[in-house]
């Protein structure tokens, strides 16, 4: 089955630099790949996902670029904020699989 | 914006003891989903399920647990005999379409003493 790896498991930035948060995965069948943010007490929220015709997505702050060669996708989160704090999941699954998480990176932004 | 319920949002139990967690999917979703988080781990399948049966399960979905949708909008989750190792946040999420935007519910955390 599919296996999602994640790094760092956490990571500390100054206000207003840049994030990068980085999965790879194993199963070549999965073509969607979400980001959720998990904020303290709440349940994942999506905030930006691609799929595997796509190389690249950018909502605002936020891009995902993909890698379909090397099995590994990038969640990019510039000019961070305070709150952009949150734990930070990726996830994989082809159409007939259900998500597999990564094990999440815990993002501080420093103001 | 449309949203998962879940109910109750804790829930204390004494282990052997059996549960019930509840989740209300948005209307048009098609595909639910019982994920578990472990505290400060990450979330885990347990079941999948649509069309009224289960479609998947995970090694973790052993004969301890269940999910029915008895009333055609609840979706539930039941665990048999609680054990302590089943502490954990229960989330359940809806899709509309198998590889499609999953939402999520607040979730259930659950304590087994």
């Known amino acids: 089955g599919e296996n999602v790896e994640q790094h760092p498991s956490t990571l500390s930035v100054q206000e207003g630099d840049s994030a990068v948060i980085k999965c790879t995965y194993s199963?070549?069948?999965?073509?969607?790949f979400p980001w959720y943010k998990q904020e303290l007490g709440k349940g994942p929220q999506l905030i930006i996902d691609?799929?595997?015709?796509?190389g690249e997505k950018k909502d605002q702050r936020i891009a995902v670029t993909l890698n379909k060669t090397a099995k590994h996708f990038s969640l990019h989160i510039t000019e961070t904020q305070p709150e952009d704090s949150a734990v930070y999941f990726c996830?994989?699954?082809?159409?007939?699989?259900?998500?597999?998480f990564g094990k999440g990176t815990r993002l501080s932004v420093i103001a | 914006e449309p949203e998962v319920t879940q109910t109750p949002s804790h829930q204390v139990t004494q282990m052997g003891q059996e549960v019930i967690l509840r989740c209300v999917p948005i209307?048009?979703?098609?595909?639910f989903y019982w994920y578990r988080q472990i505290l400060g781990q990450k979330v885990e399948f347990l079941v999948s399920?649509?069309?009224?049966?289960?479609?998947?399960k995970s090694e973790i979905f052993d004969d301890q647990f269940s999910v029915e949708r008895p009333d055609g909008s609840n979706f539930t989750l039941k665990i048999r005999s609680t054990k302590l190792e089943d502490s954990a946040m229960y989330f359940c999420?809806?899709?509309?379409?198998?590889?499609?935007?999953?939402?999520f519910g607040q979730g259930t955390r659950l304590t087994v003493v």
């Open positions: 996830a994989a699954s082809s159409g007939n699989t259900p998500l597999v």
């Open positions: 199963d070549s069948a999965s073509n969607y």
């Open positions: 691609i799929r595997s015709n796509v």
């Open positions: 209307s048009n979703h098609l595909y």
């Open positions: 399920f649509y069309n009224n049966e289960i479609s998947e």
């Open positions: 999420a809806t899709t509309t379409f198998l590889n499609t935007e999953a939402f």
